[in-house]
């Protein structure tokens, strides 16, 4: 047994795209810019950061966007959100320009994402199969299961689809509960930037969900029973 959620495919999608239209609007009559950069940052805000600073590269320079960043307040969850979306990019242009804009620390790494005290991220799933049209019927409610494989990564299960997600995650949750639930699903972008995940840490015993990691050894449960650690 996994841990297991369930989403209508069709809400999610308006719900989503309500958020990035209201962020939309508000930026572009905080901002005064084009169209294009008011999108791009109101991607960032709604915690879909890679596509947001794809279309902030393709339609701004870094010297623009460190003039625009500086009326635009970036919480802890943004950096972190941006950070754990672009630390396995294979995109070289793309990490160059990101660093050029200076949101992101030299520095930063997990251990920094902590200290700023953050405990939800939404992080985008790499596919077993880039086939994601299953995902893109409104009329389907979502099946979401998800456990650590061997190599300690999260695996999370839409529908059969399995999306992988970075081994900084696996960090940033350590042994503490979490609970994951289907955040985004959009319909531009490439096949590792359009799932997207909410990934909380439950601190309180009222807000964890039972989760089970099926890969756990016998004789590993078998030492917590003998030692009255209860799983």
């Known amino acids: 047994m996994v841990q297991k959620h369930s989403h209508n495919i069709g809400f999610l999608e308006f719900t989503t795209k309500k958020e990035i239209l209201n962020a939309f609007f508000m930026f572009k009559n905080i901002l005064k810019e084009k169209d294009e950069i008011a999108l791009g940052i109101a991607l960032i805000k709604s915690g879909y950061a890679l596509p947001g600073l794809r279309v902030l590269y393709r339609y701004s ?4 966007l460190k003039r625009i960043f500086s009326k635009v307040i970036l919480l802890p969850s943004d ?7 672009t630390v396995s990019l294979n995109d070289v242009k793309l990490r160059k320009f990101v660093n050029s804009v200076g949101i992101l620390s030299k520095e930063i790494d997990v251990k920094s994402i902590e200290e700023l005290d953050v405990k939800e991220v939404i992080i985008n799933g790499f596919p077993d199969d880039i086939n ?10 979502s099946s ?3 456990y650590v494989d061997e190599s300690n990564k999260l695996v999370v299960l839409v529908n059969g689809l399995r999306f ?5 995650i696996t960090q940033f949750v350590g042994k503490e509960n ?3 639930q289907l955040k985004a699903i959009l319909n531009f972008g490439f096949p590792d930037e359009r799932v997207f995940f909410r990934i909380t840490k439950c601190m309180h015993d009222s807000d964890t969900t039972p989760y089970f990691d099926p890969m756990i050894k016998i004789d590993s449960l078998i030492a917590k029973i003998e030692a009255e650690e209860f799983v």
Do not use: G, H, M, R
Request: aromatic share 12%; charged share 15%; proline share 3%.
């Open 79 to 85: 950096i972190a959100n941006i950070f754990f979306q």
């Open 61 to 64: 320079t870094a010297d623009t």
């Open 144 to 146: 979401i299961n998800y």
């Open 164 to 168: 992988f997600l970075p081994n900084e």
């Open 178 to 180: 979490l609970s994951i």
């Open 132 to 141: 994601l049209t299953k995902l893109k019927d409104n009329t389907i409610v």
